[in-house]
């Protein structure tokens, strides 16, 4: 090599002066360089690597070759010089695999070159440096041992049909490249999320932290479905049946407003609403809810499916049994009386009606509604014309307001027995607050031409009414109503009331 017969024109003299003044010397400019380069990595590794292991390889070898003169035929010179070649290819390795990792880095930790290549590259070059260490510094004849190896290989090859299976399926999946780490794909039965591919296999990760190991050579010869390519935009299905009586274009309304309303379902592409069936006990809807990704499946499913029970019920929608009932008595159904004393119990139990006789709190009740609203569905919104006055049975509210960037945000929570939308009892008036069910919440929502005149004969209803109002325009955060404190700091339009009366 022309390395080494430059070395042995020199003295050894000359090497050993080298060895006690130049080697010290480079080893603090190594040391010096890694202090400079600490916050680059990249560099500050490779060079510690070359400090640590190659230069102290390198002395030893100069050592033996140079000072000592030992034949380059002896044993103790020739593992010298092996260990600094293993070194050498170490340090090469390792700058190859870090360059690789930084830039996966830039990738936003994407895998940009696959394990299984990394690893096959690794042992290409390990293999290529054992070959130059053992034709240059050991003699061997590459011929005989690749000789050898043609015969040895088919022996392998026999015996290890299914890990070279493993090993090809790997490659060929490695040149396709359907997927990557971090897709969720699904194989047979299994789904999973991939944290690792090897040259034997791929590891997912199930939505129950399970590990499952898949074979390339399965993977090779199965149906895979990747959820993420080509592009992570999912579509989830989502089959429903509601009654016969309940008419389809209702319910598809209604499906729509709590698919648009359920956090994480993307407005763009909207939700679609197909009929899809006439089965024995309802019609079949499918819902198709579009996610940004489907990693959000779980969480949005279960968000939207119990939106769906309290916007059935809203909406007076029937969601049947897929079962056949025989009843052996007659239903009793709750009467209209019934209902009309249930709700003026309610009505009787809010701070605000305390002083109210019996014949106006049925007047009222009569006309009412009660609704249901789940936790974190809208019941007002800003803008919304045609409104009610919502007494709150049950449960609590937040009321939120957009700042200056649009972003709404919380400037009460009202308790039971408070009230909202009053701005229905003024005509072309619409909300200015967004109202948010904080729990699951119960409402009366009160008719406006029957309320109008009952507050007209209790000008002291109307006058805490109004208080309330005033502060919460004010910014006040508590009024008093029978003892009860009933309002928070809302930003509201305000009314006239003259001589106890609600005038437009």
Known sequence: MPFLNHLLED??????????????????????AMLRLRHRPLLHQTLRAVRNLVMPALAVFILLSRVIRLDGEQTPLRVAQTVLWVLLIHVILQLANQLLLARERDENNRAHVPKLLRDLIRFALVALGAAIVLS??????LGGVVAALGVGSIVLGLALQDALGNLFSGLALLIEQPFAVGDWIQVGDDTGKIVEVNWRAVHLITREQELIIVPNSILAGQTLQNFRRPQRLHVEPVDLGFSYDDPPNVVKQVLKETALATIGVLTEPAPVIQTISYDDSSIGYRVRLFLADYEQVPAVRDDFMSRVWYSAQRNKLNIPFPIRTVYHQPITQPTLEDLVAERVLKLRSLPLFLTLETDELELLARTSELRSFGQGEPILRIGETKIRMHMLVKGRVEMTVPNSQGINVAIATLDQGNFFGESALLSRQTTTANILAKDDVEVLLLDTPTLQPVLNRNPNILANIDSVIEQRRSGATTTSIGGTNLATKEALPWRNINNGKVTH
């Open 11 to 32: 003295s050894s003299l000359t090497w050993s002066l080298g060895l006690i003044v130049i080697y010290p010397l480079l080893m603090i400019a190594l040391g010096e």
């Open 136 to 141: 240059t510094v050991w003699g061997a004849d």
